[in-house]
């Protein structure tokens, strides 16, 4: 069964940064691309970064240069370290296996992540 447990959110002021962590389990995680989502209030959920099995990153225009994505095959992690945030990042954010930007599986819990200005 898979598992995704998101960590790290928080209230955080305007400019500042937050590393948020996904621990995984129940699939082979080092040959599964991995992607960050976040969802505000009333809004859908948005693709905001893909790792690959290899490394390769890709990234939402709305997070490029200030976000980046990352993963741990030794610890089935995933993380997205975030700085420079502005109040427009308040939201859920959630990680889940991609294939190429598609969501698999199931969602899980997510963290809140909530910017003051």
């Known amino acids: 069964q898979v598992q995704l447990v998101e960590s790290g959110g928080g209230l955080v002021q305007a400019g500042g940064s937050l590393r948020l962590s996904c621990a995984t389990s129940?699939?082979?995680?080092?040959?599964?691309?991995m992607g960050w989502y976040r969802q505000a209030p009333g809004k859908q959920r948005d693709l905001l970064a893909v790792?690959?099995?290899?490394?390769?990153?890709n990234y939402a225009d709305s997070v490029k240069g200030r976000f980046t994505i990352s993963r741990d095959n030794a610890k089935n992690t995933v993380y997205l370290q975030m700085s420079s945030l502005k109040p427009d990042d308040t939201a859920v954010y959630y990680c889940?296996?991609?294939?190429?930007?598609?969501?698999?599986?199931?969602w899980g819990q997510g963290t809140q992540v909530t910017v003051s200005s």
């Open positions: 889940i296996p991609v294939a190429g930007t598609r969501p698999l599986g199931s």
């Open positions: 790792i690959t099995s290899s490394g390769s990153t």
């Open positions: 129940g699939f082979i995680f080092r040959s599964q691309a």
